[in-house]
């Protein structure tokens, strides 16, 4: 049933491009509209929110991060993703204006559910992010955007992600849709582009060779480092979480403005960072900013390993090892930079013999709070 791979977490990276399609499949049409209407929240009801909060646990909770920064700038609804544990204990202020996102590729994580049922509670209205059908989460929900990764069995979430990134930005760009924004050109631009980053996905996957020589490489190594901005500040958190995950190591993620506020004092002689970049256009500011610290953390010892667009020949002499990735737009950009993180971590327990499918410690769905 791994049909030829030596873990599900392997065949379930390959099944991603898949996975994507799948997800957008019959949600977009020839024109570039978004038909969401299995969403059954009125467009009325959708113009009224003025304010979104995501709630999710583990990986969701990073697909969660990055939807904030897209919800907000499609839409300008003020957005906050909040970890499902956190949530009902501080009271948080909502109304029947408010929209939770309750990320979950179970649906049954407990945290995640307690989360929605005190939103719900206050009169929120709740849309589930969900990839299992019939699941508790969707069935206690307002409305549910199923995610189409098909099962996923590794503890590890990989195509789930990506087909949380998917289904975040589906919601994103319907609200702007709905709404109507100043950014009207840009969100039919962007529907049409994510209509086609599977293709990129699929290119990413091809080229992972190096990726994988790199992560044995590094097997002795007890701590590993990941910075990103912007939208890769989470690819980071996720790189970060895969590699406790699976390999068992110390590994941290930091936006990269803050290294210089603290994680930079833990740069030392060969420690490896590896580092999100993001999209050399449209964002030269931030671009120019990692750059520079790219060089710091060089300076100080540091194996970097940058993940780059693919044409961005800045980073090239400050890069020990360079990952390619397809120039994409800015926030789609996790789509494609996520995945070699996902084969680093895989390739990188493996070589310590780890078994990935079933980490130590870890479950698939955790239904205790
Ligand atoms: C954790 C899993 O316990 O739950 C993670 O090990 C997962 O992989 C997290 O991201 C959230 O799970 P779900 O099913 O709510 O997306």
């Known amino acids: 049933e791994k049909g030829g791979y030596a873990s599900f977490m392997l065949k379930e990276i390959a099944e991603?491009?898949?996975?994507?399609?799948?997800?957008?499949?019959?949600?977009?049409?020839p024109e570039g509209t978004l038909h969401l209407d299995e969403v059954r929240i009125t467009r009325g009801e959708l113009r009224e929110v003025d304010k979104v909060v995501i709630v999710a646990c583990g990986t969701a909770y990073h697909a969660g991060m990055i939807a904030k920064y897209a919800?907000?700038?499609?839409?300008?609804?003020?957005?906050?993703?909040?970890?499902?544990?956190?949530?009902?204990?501080r009271d948080p202020i909502l109304d029947p204006h408010t929209l939770v996102v309750?990320?979950?590729?179970?649906?049954?994580?407990?945290d995640t559910l307690m989360a929605l049922r005190h939103a719900r509670e206050q009169g929120a209205k709740v849309?589930?992010?969900?990839?299992?059908?019939g699941s508790t989460i969707p069935r206690e929900s307002d409305a549910v955007l199923y995610t189409h990764a098909g099962p996923e069995v590794a503890v590890a979430s990989t195509k789930a992600f990506l087909t949380q990134l998917v289904a975040c930005y589906l919601v994103a760009l319907y609200l702007g849709q709905v709404r109507g924004t100043k950014w009207g050109d840009e969100i039919r631009t962007v529907i049409r582009q994510l209509s086609e980053i599977s293709g990129s996905v699929e290119r990413?996957?091809?080229t992972m060779e190096p990726v994988r020589e790199l992560a044995r490489s590094l097997a002795s190594?007890?701590?590993?480092?990941?910075?990103?901005?912007?939208?890769?500040?989470?690819?980071?958190?996720?790189?970060?979480?895969?590699?406790?995950?699976?390999a068992y190591m110390h590994a941290e993620g930091f936006a990269a403005g803050e290294l210089k506020h603290g994680p930079i004092a833990l740069i030392e002689d060969g420690v490896p960072v590896v580092v999100v970049v993001p999209s050399p256009a449209g964002r030269s500011v931030l671009h120019g900013k990692i750059v520079s610290n790219i060089q710091e953390i060089r300076a100080r010892g540091a194996r970097t390993v940058v993940i780059a667009e693919e044409g961005d020949e800045e980073v090239v002499p400050y890069a020990d090892h360079l990952i390619?990735?397809?120039?994409?737009?800015?926030?789609?950009?996790?789509?494609?930079?996520?995945?070699?993180?996902?084969?680093?971590?895989?390739e990188l327990a493996t070589a310590r013999g780890n078994e990935v499918d079933q980490p130590r410690n870890l479950a698939k769905s955790v239904t205790v709070e």
């Open 16 to 29: 991603q491009p898949k996975a994507v399609t799948d997800t957008l499949l019959g949600r977009i049409d």
């Open 71 to 89: 919800i907000e700038h499609w839409t300008r609804i003020p957005c906050e993703t909040e970890l499902a544990s956190e949530f009902r204990y």
């Open 102 to 110: 309750a990320i979950s590729q179970s649906g049954e994580t407990m």
């Open 127 to 133: 849309l589930a992010i969900c990839n299992t059908n």
């Open 204 to 206: 990413v996957l091809e």
């Open 221 to 246: 190594h007890d701590t590993v480092l990941f910075l990103g901005r912007h939208v890769g500040f989470p690819v980071a958190l996720e790189g970060a979480l895969k590699l406790k995950e699976l």
């Open 324 to 346: 390619r990735i397809p120039a994409t737009p800015t926030l789609l950009q996790p789509l494609v930079a996520t995945v070699p993180l996902q084969v680093f971590a895989c």
